[in-house]
Structure formats: C-alpha cells, structure tokens
C-alpha cells in the first residue's frame, strides 16, 4: 500500500536550518509529485512547495521563496525538505503528501513537528 | 492566488443532524475543488474530489456539490468519528490553496 514516513520531531533555535524526510513507498516513485504542506498549532493548512521526482523539478510558494529547498534521492524514493532561516512563526507541522493529479492530495505521511525556540 | 472563504469556522452539532459547511472560491475554479476530514493530531484525509466524487471507503453519508465558486460538503446522519476539522481546496490552479476550515465539535 502507498505508504509516507516522515522523521521524528525536531526543536531547533531561531536563525538556524531543519531538513525533514519523506520515505515513500508502494508505488512507482518517479510518477507522482510531492508536496509539502505546514500547520501552525491551532490553524489551517498552508502549502509550501512541490518537486518533482522524475526530474526533480520544484517549485515553492512565494512567501517562502529563497528559504524552502525541496530535494529527492532516487535511490532511497525520500523526498526532503529543507527549510532555513527559521524564525518562531515557522513552529508548525510539516506534511508530506502524494499528488495523485492535478494538486489532489490522496496520500499524506503522518507529520513532523518542528519547534522554534528564540 | 485563489482564496477559500470556508463558513462557518466552528459548527456545534448532535449525532444524527444534518450538517452542511460552505466554501466560496474569489474566481471560479469550475469542479476543481477537493474536500479533506482532519482530525487532532493527525494528518487531513481526503475525501472527495472533483466538487462532488466520493473517494474510495469514504461513508455514503458524505457529499460535496457545487461549481464554480460556491461548494458545499454534507454530512446527512453525523455520527461521532465525524467530529473533526474540514478543509476545501482548490484544484484549479497554481498554487494550491486552502480554505481556513470548519471545525465540527460535539453540542
């Protein structure tokens, strides 16, 4: 079955740079793009960016351009997520999710939260 | 970017009542709209798509309708795993947005 593991919780100071993982599985890697998607405690969902696992090409919400680098390994099918810079307002929960076509999210992982301590 | 106005934001209802929860896009996006059912701690589950396509294992009590810029999402018999938080999403075009969500808790 399609699967998305996400890395544990991490707690890191203001200023300093978070790289999460997304391990996939049960499905062909290369044929899906994958999103990330954040929550800030007690809010909705804000959309960060994508890539592309065939090509890796990427793409990032504007509010975030220059701070979000989205990478992927063929080898292991993980998707990172590297976000620098963070400041407090970036405390949140991080998603990973499947696009199974046209931004429609059929897959999610199970989330990572990231605490930012000033 | 397209925005979602979703209303109301928090909705207090019995096991068994009918609830119906809006969301209004700023320009039409046609059927290209995607509802999801969140629940604390967990990660939003989709559940219907194209405004109106039930997902698979989704209960028959779900439905979404509309086009254009005004969706609605029903629930005809709450029951008590439906009490959740509940997103929409436009599909339309890039980027991906969110409406701001319909919290659904226990009266």
């Known amino acids: 079955q399609v699967q998305l593991v996400q890395s544990g919780t991490e707690v890191k100071e203001s200023g300093a740079s978070v790289k999460l993982s997304c391990k996939t599985s049960?499905?062909?890697?290369?044929?899906?793009?994958v999103h990330w998607v954040r929550q800030a405690p007690g809010q909705g969902l804000e959309w960060m960016g994508l890539?592309?696992?065939?090509?890796?090409?990427?793409s990032n919400a504007q509010n975030l351009q220059g701070r979000v680098t989205l990478t992927r390994d063929l080898s292991s099918t993980t998707v990172y997520m590297e976000l620098s810079s963070l400041r407090s307002e970036d405390t949140a929960m991080y998603f990973c999710?499947?696009?199974?076509?046209?931004?429609?999210?059929?897959?999610w992982g199970q989330g990572t939260l990231v605490t930012v301590s000033s | 970017d397209i925005q979602l106005t979703q209303s109301p934001s928090f909705l207090s209802a019995s096991v068994g009542d009918r609830v119906t929860m809006t969301c209004r896009a700023s320009q039409g996006i046609s059927l290209y709209l995607a509802w999801y059912q969140q629940k604390p701690g967990k990660a939003p589950k989709l559940l219907i798509s194209a405004a109106s396509t039930l997902q698979g294992g989704v209960p028959s009590r779900f439905s979404g309708s509309g086009s254009g810029t005004e969706f609605t999402l029903t629930i005809s018999s709450l029951q008590p795993e439906d009490f959740a938080s509940y997103y929409c999403?436009?599909?339309?075009?890039?980027?991906?947005?969110f409406g701001g969500g319909t919290k659904v808790e226990i009266k």
């Open positions: 999403q436009q599909l339309q075009s890039y980027p991906p947005t």
């Open positions: 999710a499947r696009d199974f076509g046209n931004y429609i999210f059929d897959n």
């Open positions: 890539i592309s696992p065939s090509d890796g090409s990427r």
């Open positions: 049960g499905y062909i890697f290369t044929t899906y793009s």
